[in-house]
């Protein structure tokens, strides 16, 4: 089955500075590629997400990159503010596989 | 507001007891998901539920079950339970049978075993 592996567990960055999270997948039918973002004692919520037939999405300050070649993807966020403060999980699925298969989590914490 | 509906927001009970938790997806929506997240844990995907049927089993204990009923709301029992089954559950829910498209989760259950 998929494998997601997630870097780093944790995350200081200075308000203003950018962010970036990685994430390596190791099934190759993986194509779709969602970033959850959980606040403190919230529900986890879809950021961003990327499908197989791009390699680069952006919303805003958030961005992820897809290299389907290395198997990996990052999230990159820029002018960072305290509202970022979070954990973000990635995951990797493929239609007909039916789960999705998160990361373990990244806490970023925003130093004001 | 996700539109996904768990109740209750909290569980305490004893070790050895039963419990049930529910989940009522977003209107539309087909597939159920379950999901424990322990303290400073990662999503762990328990089951998943489509339109009644069973699709897809993760790490989920025999002790642990599940159904979707036909107005496909769906229910988590956990029975003989032990002190680590303390954890927030989540249901989510999609349109589809899932793998490539938008979770929307519940604000979970928030289940504490004395």
């Known amino acids: 089955g998929e494998n997601v592996e997630q870097h780093p567990s944790t995350l200081s960055v200075q308000e203003g500075d950018s962010a970036v999270i990685k994430c390596t997948y190791s099934?190759?039918?993986?194509?779709?590629f969602p970033w959850y973002k959980q606040e403190l004692g919230k529900r986890p919520q879809l950021i961003i997400d990327?499908?197989?037939?791009?390699g680069e999405k952006k919303d805003q300050r958030i961005a992820v990159t897809l290299n389907k070649t290395a198997k990996h993807f990052s999230l990159h966020i820029t002018e960072t503010q305290p509202e970022d403060s979070a954990v973000y999980f990635c995951?990797?699925?493929?239609?007909?596989?039916?789960?999705?298969?998160f990361g373990t989590g990244t806490r970023l914490t925003i130093i004001p | 507001d996700s539109g996904v509906t768990q109740t209750p927001k909290h569980l305490i009970t004893a070790t050895g007891q039963r419990v049930t938790l529910r989940c009522s997806p977003r209107?539309?929506?087909?597939?159920v998901y379950w999901y424990q997240q322990s303290l400073d844990q990662g999503l762990q995907f328990l089951i998943q539920?489509?339109?009644?049927?069973?699709?897809a089993k993760g790490n989920i204990l025999e002790r642990f079950s599940a159904q979707q009923f036909p107005d496909l709301h769906s229910e988590l029992n956990l029975s003989s339970l032990e002190l680590g089954d303390s954890a927030l559950y989540f249901c989510?829910?999609?349109?589809?049978?899932?793998?490539?498209?938008?979770?929307?989760f519940g604000s979970g259950t928030q289940l504490s075993v004395l």
């Open positions: 989510a829910s999609s349109v589809g049978r899932g793998g490539n498209e938008k979770l929307f």
């Open positions: 099934d190759s039918a993986s194509n779709y």
């Open positions: 990327i499908r197989s037939n791009v």
């Open positions: 995951a990797a699925g493929n239609f007909g596989n039916e789960k999705l298969t």
């Open positions: 209107s539309g929506d087909l597939s």
């Open positions: 539920y489509y339109n009644g049927e069973e699709r």
